[in-house]
């Protein structure tokens, strides 16, 4: 069983920058593949960024140029920093964990919320216009 800390997020003027970090338990966090989703309020979970074992990247494409997953795998914690923040980035943003056998060592990263077996509890992002 892995358990998913975030931490961070807050409340920002648009074009503000948040970041929120997400800590695992267990000693085979290397071998996940690690997302952030965000869900707003009357919408569907929505994949945000992953990233794999060795740090190859997957971004939504509303937030690439603007967010950046990264990981440290002697920390267990994922990371993802939030720049030009807009209004409809405001949401509850959810860390989660793919154990797929290999998905995370081959850069296998879905953007699919049914694929990821472990969820943290989330964390609130708003951004204010």
């Known amino acids: 069983q892995v358990q998913l800390v975030e931490s961070g997020g807050g409340l920002v003027q648009a074009g503000g920058s948040l970041s929120v970090s997400c800590a695992a338990s267990?000693?085979?966090?290397?071998?996940?593949?690690m997302a952030w989703f965000r869900q707003a309020p009357g919408k569907e979970r929505e994949f945000v960024a992953g990233i794999s074992t060795y740090s190859s990247s997957r971004y939504e494409d509303s937030v690439k140029g603007r967010f950046t997953i990264s990981r440290d795998n002697t920390k267990n914690t994922v990371y993802l920093q939030m720049n030009s923040l807009e209004p409809e980035d405001t949401a509850v943003y959810y860390c989660?964990?793919?154990?797929?056998?290999?998905?995370?060592?081959?850069?296998?990263?879905?953007?699919?919320?049914?694929?990821?077996?472990?969820w943290g509890q989330g964390a609130q992002v708003t951004v204010s216009s």
């Open positions: 267990g000693s085979i966090f290397r071998n996940y593949v």
């Open positions: 989660a964990a793919d154990a797929r056998f290999g998905a995370a060592r081959f850069g296998d990263i879905s953007f699919l919320a049914s694929q990821y077996d472990y």
